[in-house]
Nanobody, 126 residues
Framework: QVQLVESGGGLVQAGGSLRLSCAAS????????MGWFRQTPGKEREFVAA????????YYADSVKGRFTISRDNAKNTVYLQMNSLKPEDTAVYYC???????????????????WGQGTQVTVSS
């Protein structure tokens, strides 16, 4: 069992930066791939970024590539999402998730993730 708690969301002007954190409970955190998704009202949950348990390959949605960076600290049971050059269209509730996925398609598929946080709101003003 893994419990996830996101933090770091808030209101920021376009062009600004935020760093989201996702703290995990449980000793098995380091065995899970971790992902970030986002969702706006009336829309499907959208993949943002993901990485494997051991680090290495990272996956990003085209819309955030070059602006967002996912990282993790297994010693702290925490995964991060550094978001730079934010745009109003990045406004959403951001969720972290833990699971076992494989490849680009797997990383971007919500059903590949077993555990989800409660979400943190990110609002980017123009």
């Amino acid at each position: 069992q893994v419990q996830l708690v996101e933090s770091g969301g808030g209101l920021v002007q376009a062009g600004g930066s935020l760093r989201l954190s996702c703290a995990a409970s449980g000793r098995t955190f380091s065995t899970y791939g971790m992902g970030w998704f986002r969702q706006t009202p009336g829309k499907e949950r959208e993949f943002v970024a993901a990485m494997y348990s051991s680090g290495g390959t990272k996956y990003y949605a085209d819309s955030v590539k070059g602006r967002f960076t996912i990282s993790r600290d297994n010693a702290k049971n925490t995964v991060y999402l550094q978001m730079n050059s934010l745009k109003p269209e990045d406004t959403a509730v951001y969720y972290c998730a833990a699971g076992h996925f494989l490849g680009t398609v797997g990383a971007g598929t919500p059903s590949q993730y077993n555990y989800w946080g409660q979400g943190t709101q990110v609002t980017v003003s123009s």
